[in-house]
């Protein structure tokens, strides 16, 4: 049996720019930070000639054509592979469509496991391009490379993306009593509710192709905040981090009117009453996880599980996607 793990993420600086929609036109820059909730793929041999498929449903197929997930099935022909005798199992440890990157960190652990079983060895960066290749050229998704690429890589890393389409990952390397006190910092909440992140990255992408000018300059100045979060984490400023971070959420909003709802905006609200300097939904908006950043934790804390939010405590991954067993 071969068991490989890949990061999920949360987006620190400059989310949305990592559309080829954007970056193909005005190159792309983001921040983004793997953390330590996983999604996990599993295969193994088994002694019937059919593929079976477990994940949210269960699949059993005598040819790979007849599969119905697309991205098991793209990525088996990617590598090579028909699926005779073989079983593949997915698990997370925090449900798909909650702004995590969780779509991006399946398709590179995916891809992972089967170039584990045929022996095959890849770089972070071929990997993430493969697992995009898989999604966004393949399957025609309107979504960006962060994910796929942070979950190879791990880390707290920055991303420049090309007009040509080509990647530059960089460590972003913080002295290590920042690094300890962004991780203490920031808290993720749960909203209660999940969704597909398409029809929102859908509605940048079919305007930032069009040249709406609204949607080109917010993503310009989200870029630009992106540097800025770039130059404040470095000089170990996470007070105007936090501050930044707010500003980012104010423009997001203004993207698409699915970006947030007034439940969230009540949350929102209350967080910075209770002790957030800044936050913001983590994805593409209109559910998942809020984001803050907070020099008192136990008071956010408090104010937010009262008002019936869930906290999901995490630490950031240094691994990327790995086999584990």
């Known amino acids: 049996m071969i068991i490989v793990r890949s990061p999920l993420r ?9 559309l080829p929609s954007y970056y193909r036109d005005h190159e792309g820059f983001l ?15 088994t002694f019937v000639e059919d593929l079976i498929v477990k994940y949210s449903k269960l699949e059993r197929v005598r040819s790979l054509a007849d ?25 997370a440890d925090i449900p798909a469509g909650t702004g995590l990157g969780s779509s991006g960190s399946f398709t590179t652990a995916l891809l992972k496991v089967l170039h ?50 080509g990647v530059k990952a960089v460590p972003l390397k913080l002295d290590i009593e920042t690094l300890h006190n962004l991780e203490d910092g920031l808290m993720l909440f ?7 992140a398409g029809a929102i990255l859908q509605e940048q992408d079919t305007k930032t192709k069009q040249h709406d000018q609204r949607m080109v300059d917010n993503l310009h100045y989200v870029k630009e905040l992106g540097y800025r979060t770039h130059e404040v984490l470095l000089a170990g400023d996470l007070h105007r981090f936090g501050r930044i971070m707010h500003e980012h959420w104010e423009h997001k909003k203004q993207r698409s009117g699915g970006m947030s709802n007034p439940g969230i905006d009540r949350w929102y609200a209350l967080a910075l009453e209770n002790g957030a300097i800044g936050g913001k939904l983590i994805g593409a908006g209109g559910g998942g996880f809020l984001m803050f950043y907070t020099e008192d934790k136990r008071r956010l804390r408090h104010a937010l599980t009262q008002a019936g939010m869930r906290e999901v405590r995490f630490d950031f991954d240094f691994s990327g996607t790995q086999v584990i067993t």
Request: hydrophobic share 35%; proline share 3%.
């Open 67 to 91: 599969l119905e997930h697309p991205i098991i099935r793209e990525a088996f022909r990617l590598v090579g592979l028909d699926g005779s005798y073989l079983e593949v199992t997915s698990m």
């Open 31 to 45: 921040i983004s930070a793997a953390i330590d909730k996983y999604v996990y793929i599993t295969l193994h041999q």
């Open 116 to 165: 584990t079983f045929r022996r095959n060895v890849l770089t972070p960066g071929e990997l993430a391009e493969q697992a995009c290749y898989i999604e966004i050229d393949l399957l025609g998704e309107p979504i960006g490379k962060q994910d796929q690429y942070i979950a190879a890589y791990g880390g707290v890393t920055c991303f420049n993306f090309g007009r040509d389409g």
């Open 10 to 18: 949360i987006t620190l600086g400059g989310g949305g720019t990592d």
């Open 190 to 196: 749960f909203t209660g509710f999940s969704r597909r």
